[in-house]
């Protein structure tokens, strides 16, 4: 997939403008506080409906005003297509191809993927966040996920709510229990079924940039222990012998002990845990590998190659690293957009970036 341009209003602390990508290196330039992240915010708020650095839209408005727009032109293998994002005051909107949408079927149809410094949340901030992350990337990239994910959450609500109110004996909770658990045991397998895909890749990229000697391993830890190659009714038999141990607690506790909203994704590096025991550089390159096996997973589910935004290259990397990580890209059909404070050594569209203007 390829970017062809984007336009924007009121969007931070941008001129409202619109821009041409390359379909290769596209490098922003400037100095801090310009407005060089927000240009990628801006695409990924296009491509996603979200942005990648808060969850309140309100904030991503230029100040003084009460809504932005934006719109983009983008091509996947099989035509041209666009986006559209308004905010207005509360409310949002998601066009596709100029006719207004739901988010569900917004979502997905660009894929991008980022890599800004406030990823390394995914290593040192709480499971949720780890959850969140992975839910989305898995949206992203296999069919059907993300109809699971909502089923999901909507069943263990009104689950909680059961038990909330003290209504954990009834017949009616029977009927939400089970398909809660059956609910579960499909997140339960897409996660691991992906993460297991996702860790070979992750393993191989790592030591392809960054260091040859390493073994990287993505692991999920479930509240059903360890799980290796079980099918999705040996899951889900696991689940419920699990419930069968906590149903009582859980009636006196009044909220769900169990499910896959309690599971955590581990980085293993050389065996230990990246959260206590990696450097800074390293956590930066476990990350950047992530990033780039979502790539490949992208590729592979979908046949289509995501748009890459990587934020602030030079404080991320040392010379070494930022050589490896552009010759990389040098040799593949990948859309990417990089911010930097001070010139790369790559043939790119630059772009000079100057109190939110862009030239
Ligand atoms: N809603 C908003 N309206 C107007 N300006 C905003 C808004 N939100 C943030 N800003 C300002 O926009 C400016 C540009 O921010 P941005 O993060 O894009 O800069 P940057 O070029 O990436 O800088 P750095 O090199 O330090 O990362 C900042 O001065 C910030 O205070
Ligand atoms: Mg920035």
Same mark, same amino acid.
Request: glycine share 4%; with cysteine.
């Given at each position: 997939?390829?970017?062809? +341009?984007?336009?924007?209003? #009121?969007?931070?602390?941008?001129?409202?403008?619109?821009?041409?990508?390359?379909?290769?290196?596209?490098?922003?330039?400037?100095?801090?506080?310009? @407005? %060089?992240?927000?240009?990628?915010?801006?695409? $990924?708020?296009?491509?996603?409906?979200?942005?990648?650095? &808060?969850?309140?839209?309100?904030?991503?408005?230029?100040? @003084?005003?009460?809504?932005?727009?934006?719109?983009?032109?983008?091509?996947?293998?099989?035509?041209? %297509?666009?986006?559209?994002?308004?905010?207005?005051?509360?409310?949002? !909107?998601?066009?596709?191809?100029?006719?207004?949408?739901?988010?569900?079927?917004?979502? @997905?149809?660009?894929?991008?993927?980022?890599?800004?410094?406030?990823?390394?949340?995914?290593?040192?901030?709480?499971?949720?966040?780890?959850?969140?992350?992975?839910?989305?990337?898995?949206?992203?990239?296999?069919?059907?996920? *993300?109809? =699971?994910?909502?089923?999901?959450?909507?069943?263990?609500?009104?689950?909680?709510?059961?038990?909330?109110?003290?209504?954990?004996?009834?017949?009616?909770?029977?009927?939400? #229990?089970?398909?809660?658990?059956? !609910?579960?045991?499909?997140?339960? $397998?897409?996660?691991?079924?992906?993460?297991?895909?996702?860790?070979?890749?992750?393993?191989? #990229?790592?030591?392809?940039?960054? +260091?040859?000697?390493?073994?990287?391993?993505?692991?999920?830890?479930?509240?059903?222990?360890?799980?290796?190659?079980?099918?999705?009714?040996?899951?889900?038999?696991?689940?419920?012998?699990?419930?069968?141990?906590?149903?009582?607690?859980? %009636?006196?506790?009044?909220?769900?002990?169990?499910?896959?909203?309690?599971? =955590?994704?581990?980085?293993?590096?050389?065996?230990? +845990?990246?959260?206590?025991?990696?450097?800074?550089?390293?956590?930066?390159?476990?990350?950047?590998?992530? %990033?780039?096996?979502?790539? +490949?997973?992208?590729?592979?589910?979908?046949?289509?190659?995501?748009?890459?935004?990587?934020?602030?290259?030079? !404080?991320?990397?040392?010379?070494?690293?930022? =050589?490896?990580?552009?010759?990389?890209?040098?040799?593949?059909?990948?859309?990417?957009?990089?911010?930097? &404070?001070?010139?790369?050594?790559?043939?790119?569209? #630059?772009? *000079?970036?100057?109190?939110?203007?862009?030239?």
């Amino acid at each position: 997939m390829h970017i062809l +341009d984007i336009n924007y209003l #009121n969007f931070r602390n941008l001129k409202d403008s619109k821009l041409s990508f390359d379909k290769k290196f596209n490098l922003f330039l400037g100095k801090n506080g310009q @407005g %060089k992240t927000s240009i990628l915010e801006a695409i $990924y708020f296009t491509a996603t409906g979200k942005s990648f650095r &808060t969850k309140k839209q309100e904030e991503v408005i230029s100040h @003084g005003k009460s809504a932005l727009g934006t719109f983009l032109n983008f091509e996947d293998r099989i035509s041209d %297509k666009n986006l559209s994002v308004r905010v207005e005051e509360k409310s949002k !909107s998601y066009l596709y191809n100029k006719k207004k949408v739901r988010y569900d079927e917004f979502f @997905g149809k660009l894929n991008v993927i980022s890599f800004i410094p406030e990823d390394i949340e995914l290593i040192m901030g709480a499971p949720s966040i780890r959850r969140s992350f992975f839910d989305y990337e898995i949206s992203q990239a296999s069919y059907g996920y *993300y109809e =699971d994910l909502k089923r999901f959450s909507k069943i263990l609500k009104v689950r909680n709510k059961c038990l909330k109110e003290g209504k954990g004996d009834t017949p009616v909770f029977e009927i939400y #229990n089970k398909e809660f658990l059956t !609910s579960s045991a499909k997140i339960l $397998y897409r996660r691991l079924d992906y993460v297991k895909k996702l860790s070979i890749l992750l393993s191989l #990229n790592y030591r392809k940039l960054f +260091d040859s000697e390493s073994e990287l391993i993505l692991k999920y830890k479930s509240f059903i222990g360890d799980l290796r190659k079980e099918s999705e009714s040996e899951i889900l038999a696991k689940i419920e012998e699990k419930y069968q141990k906590v149903r009582s607690r859980e %009636k006196r506790y009044g909220y769900s002990l169990i499910g896959p909203q309690r599971d =955590d994704f581990i980085f293993l590096l050389r065996g230990k +845990d990246t959260r206590s025991y990696s450097s800074q550089g390293e956590k930066k390159s476990v990350i950047f590998a992530l %990033k780039l096996s979502e790539i +490949d997973m992208i590729i592979r589910e979908r046949r289509e190659t995501p748009v890459f935004l990587i934020d602030d290259i030079s !404080s991320y990397f040392d010379s070494i690293r930022k =050589d490896s990580i552009i010759k990389y890209f040098e040799k593949r059909e990948i859309q990417v957009f990089i911010t930097s &404070t001070s010139e790369l050594s790559i043939s790119s569209k #630059n772009f *000079y970036v100057d109190e939110g203007e862009v030239k």
